[in-house]
């Protein structure tokens, strides 16, 4: 049956609508774009250095950066301490650029994306993971700031799929 014109122009409308959404009033940065060179030979030597893998996610909650991504191993600043195990997840101080001891989370898996709790009571994590801390959480989890554990009361899953990114509007967390 074909549609009448005012039902195709609310349809076109809508549509329209759902295009341009999801990236209304954000900036995004291109997650798989190739340099040609690195901006500076030698960017920064403060912050913490992944050794292995490749950073895909940042979120900041207070004085923290958390940083996730491929990686399993890290050390502090570019001629900063000897290599340390922190597979996927870590957390520095923004005024000392150190890594956080005391933020230690355990995951299995790759962490694809971060987000910021709105009121600062966590970091949403995303990823490619089935464990937290020895506990069964596929893909998403909400871990607290200070130490990594487990937020219990956020009861949300991910099924079997991986989540890709998050996004924190209106109070509410999306999930891809």
Avoid: C
């Avoid at 341009?20 to 403060?46: E, I, K, L, Y």
């Avoid at 600043?77 to 957390?91: E, I």
């Avoid at 709105?118 to 596929?138: C, E, K, L, M």
């Amino acid at each position: 049956m074909p549609l009448r014109p005012a039902r195709t122009a609310r349809a076109l409308a809508l549509a329209a609508l759902v295009v341009a959404a999801p990236g209304a009033g954000v900036a995004r940065a291109d997650r798989n774009v190739d340099h040609a060179v690195v901006v500076s030979a030698n960017p920064v030597d403060r912050t913490p250095v992944v050794l292995d893998g490749r950073v895909e996610a940042l979120a900041r909650v207070g004085d923290r950066i958390y940083v996730g991504g491929s990686f399993t191993s890290i050390r502090n600043g570019a001629s900063g301490s000897s290599a340390r195990t922190r597979p996927y997840l870590f957390a520095y101080d923004i005024r000392t650029n150190a890594i956080d001891p005391d933020f230690a989370p355990d995951l299995d898996g790759r962490v694809r994306t971060l987000a910021a709790a709105p009121d600062g009571s966590g970091i949403f994590v995303g990823g490619q993971f089935t464990h937290v801390n020895g506990v069964a959480r596929a893909g998403l989890v909400k871990l607290a700031p200070a130490t990594g554990t487990i937020v219990k009361q956020f009861k949300a899953a991910a099924g079997r799929g991986a989540v890709t990114d998050l996004a924190v509007a209106g109070g509410r967390l999306f999930v891809a």
